[in-house]
């Protein structure tokens, strides 16, 4: 099954709304955002949800050490390392945040410009659990609400899911989903901007629309 991650939770109700809608992970954003959520506020938002949801916290270019608190203060279950945290670097980061979960965000036009960057994530395959590819704009590393050249990244996302599960993200929406999981074929979705009414507000209708969409295009691979 497809894992749906519904990114950039700020409010009870929304994750409520995203879970009853059949999403499999919840993304809190502990970066700087217009999307941000804090610590407490997130604590208390997972305290509520059941155990078989995943709870990933997105960080940007924050310490191991800093990570690792964070997450054990929340109650998360994984991290996302969505900056420029090196290849070499993630033996630390799975030191720090021991049997959570590990997802490395890459993004997309800068791989296309430079394909061997990929070479260390890929060979730390056995520390980090999964990859994501997002289309992140030089000033806004998520959330923006466009997608990246799916064509011309289709090698990329190939080289990545032969070697571990690689999750697409970047202007997702209940419109174009399908489209990209017939094109990759991936591990997991990441969405937020594409199922939100207004910045930081989730719209329930799209939320059921792209969650729909994930669950009648995957059962026709079956």
């Known amino acids: 099954m497809i894992w749906v991650k519904i990114c950039a939770t700020t409010n009870l109700p929304d994750a409520q709304a995203s879970l009853a809608a059949g999403a499999d992970a ?7 955002s217009s999307r941000r959520i804090g610590t407490e506020q997130a604590a208390r938002i997972i305290s509520s949800l059941t155990d ?16 690792a608190e964070v997450a054990k203060q929340a109650g998360l279950t994984g991290v996302q390392l969505h900056g420029d945290e090196p290849a070499d670097q993630m033996l630390e ?17 800068e791989l296309l410009n430079s394909p061997d960057t990929l070479n260390g994530y890929l060979q730390s395959r056995q520390v980090i659990d999964a990859i994501l590819l997002d289309a992140g704009s030089p000033g806004q590393r998520g ?8 064509i011309a990244a289709a090698p990329i996302v190939a080289r990545v899911r032969a070697q571990m599960p690689v999750i697409i993200a970047g202007g997702l929406n209940p419109e174009n989903v399908a489209e990209a999981i017939r094109l990759f074929t991936p591990w997991g979705v990441d969405v937020v901007s ?12 799209r939320l059921r629309s792209f969650v729909g969409a994930v669950r009648q295009t995957q059962a026709t691979f079956r």
């Open 26 to 32: 919840l993304g809190f954003i502990f970066a700087p």
């Open 52 to 67: 078989d949801i995943d709870k990933i916290g997105v960080f940007v270019n924050q310490t191991p050490a800093q990570v």
């Open 93 to 109: 980061y799975r030191q720090a945040v021991g049997q959570r979960k590990i997802i490395k965000t890459l993004q997309a036009r």
């Open 143 to 150: 959330g923006t609400g466009q997608t990246f050249d799916w």
């Open 194 to 205: 594409g199922v939100e009414r207004e910045i930081g507000r989730k719209d329930e209708a």
